[in-house]
């Protein structure tokens, strides 16, 4: 199983949408909408693939797909680096 983030949600987006988008290209293991302590969304999720899928072809078919009139920012989820990449390549220590 791999695990993709995915930035620049609308905050209206919901798992299931994200499981549709997802579903013609790759067998969809979970979705998971981030959302804060009061449940509003954050814009974000973490999606979980099935391994046997090449990662590349999915990134490659997924690009520029929109949801909600936001294109959506894929990228792999890299637990041993705390997660995907930040905004300006600098990390929180």
């Known amino acids: 199983m791999s695990r993709l983030y995915v930035g620049n949600l609308a905050h209206d987006t919901t798992d299931a949408q994200l499981r ?4 013609p ?8 909408v981030a959302a804060d302590r009061r449940g509003r ?3 974000f999720a973490y999606v979980d693939v099935d391994d046997s899928d ?4 999915l990134l490659d078919a997924m ?11 894929i990228v792999r989820d890299d637990p041993r680096r705390g997660g995907p990449p930040r905004a300006g390549g600098r990390r929180r220590r």
């Open 20 to 23: 549709a988008a997802f579903a």
């Open 25 to 32: 290209h790759c067998q969809v293991t979970s979705v998971k």
């Open 41 to 43: 969304p954050k814009g």
């Open 54 to 57: 090449s990662l590349d072809t």
């Open 63 to 73: 690009r520029g797909t929109q949801i909600n009139g936001r294109t959506m920012d």
